[in-house]
């Protein structure tokens, strides 16, 4: 297990390797050169001819820009030629691996990945507790066991660490405040970096699974689109110019005090009939609790919803058009090109799928576009690989990470 005395000793030979087996590293790139990284990361491999059309360089140019990538291993030129009878250039999967951590009230989730954000492995630990001694305790259990896991990625050394954190993160380091382990003004990015002796990148958990929907996932054709999570809480983040947009406030939580229904229940801070009233899974259960006259877990709510009864379904009803609500809001006022709905409840949006389009359509203008309303079931592991694409972007573009 990791943590246990065995996984330390672990740590202790990896570390011994590590001084010796150092991952290629690459300056931070920028202009024609990042362009280059990014069109092959996202969409290679690529032959140089289209990726000279793709970008509007000539041959030459691209030849230039692409070598300092091979030399510094983050490029690779695969066998055999490709459409236009030259090697095709992909990014070096195979010398780097990325490991992503997902912190939740009383766990750790963590995936190791390649260079393009595919899950080689997946590990998890329970929290003993939630102080950051604990937290770090367990994170670094997990990415030591991770490291020296030869099977997972054929035993490339780990370049970077990233781990998501639901609350507000500072300077992709310090957690200023996150609500479900009670933390303030916390610098988990130090504290893990000291212990591992590897880059390690903080950052608010929607934001980071944002940049997964941009880089890898369903987004990825879009440049303009927004992320609603529901689960615990209420998340939202939104990518405009193939930008994440992250403000000060990202991370607290904002759309959470959105007013949907008028005779709703009342959150903990008072908001009648607000999304953290109608929307996350402790909402939907106590008013699922108070109409069945008993205790109900979410999942339970669904199903007895899905069943036909009467009561449970009355309340999946509300909250699914609640939810398509705060989709008609997000897709009125920022107009993206997708809203993707995810997050550990995003069941409801499945139950509730026609209360939900039902409420989105009775929100928009009739002249409007129908909104791309992509549900994503992701699980722990997805949030974990969010924030390891978090890290890889921060590998490959330094300080402007998007």
């Given amino acids: 297990m990791p943590g246990s005395p065995s996984a330390r000793r672990v740590g202790a030979a990896v570390t011994r390797r590590r001084r010796c087996v150092t991952p290629a590293r690459w300056a931070p790139l920028e202009g024609s050169a990042l362009a280059v990284a990014l ?23 691209l030849t230039r820009l692409s070598r300092p990538l091979v030399d510094a291993g983050l490029l690779v030129e695969l066998e055999g030629p ?21 912190v939740t009230a009383d766990a750790v989730h963590a995936v190791a990945t390649d260079l393009r954000a595919r899950t080689l492995a997946v590990r998890e630990q329970p929290l003993v507790g939630t102080s950051p001694a604990d937290v770090v305790e367990a994170v670094a259990g997990l990415v030591t066991d991770l490291d020296g896991d030869t099977t997972a990625g054929g035993g490339a050394p780990v370049t970077a660490v990233g781990v998501g954190v639901g609350g507000l993160v500072e300077g992709r380091s310090r957690v ?45 054709a879009c440049d303009h ?31 959470g005090h959105v007013p949907l229904a008028p005779t709703g229940p009342t959150c903990p801070l008072g908001h009648v009939g607000c999304a953290d009233a109608m929307l996350t899974v402790g909402g939907v259960e106590a008013r699922a609790s108070v109409a069945l006259r008993r205790p109900v877990a979410y999942a339970d709510v ?42 550990d409840g995003v069941a409801l ?49 330094g300080s402007r990470v998007l």
């Fill in 225 to 255: 689109f927004a992320v609603l999570t529901i689960g615990e809480g209420v998340g939202y983040a939104l990518v405009v110019h193939d930008r994440v947009v992250a403000g000060p406030d990202a991370g607290v939580g904002l759309l």
């Fill in 349 to 397: 949006a499945e139950t509730g799928r026609a209360a939900l389009l039902a409420a989105v359509a009775a929100d928009r203008d009739p002249r409007a576009r129908d909104v791309d309303v992509d549900v994503q079931a992701v699980g722990f592991a997805e949030w974990a690989r969010g924030a390891a694409v978090t890290a890889i972007q921060t590998s490959v573009l």
């Fill in 39 to 61: 069109e092959v990361l996202r969409h290679g491999p690529l032959s140089r001819s289209d990726l000279a059309r793709r970008l509007d360089l000539s041959r030459g140019s």
């Fill in 82 to 102: 490709g459409t236009s009878g030259s090697r095709p250039l992909d990014v070096a999967t195979g010398r780097h691996r990325f490991v992503g951590v997902k």
């Fill in 176 to 220: 200023r405040s996150a609500r479900y382990l009670r933390w303030e003004d916390v610098d988990l990015g130090e504290l893990l970096s000291d212990r591992l002796g590897l880059p390690v990148v903080v950052d608010n958990d929607v934001l980071s699974l944002a940049r997964a929907e941009q880089w890898f996932g369903a987004a990825g």
């Fill in 302 to 343: 669904l199903a007895l919803a899905a069943a036909g009864d009467p009561a449970a379904a009355r309340v999946v009803e509300d909250a699914a058009r609640a939810l398509g609500r705060l989709v008609a809001l997000v897709a009125n006022t920022t107009m993206p090109q997708k809203v993707v709905v995810s997050g």
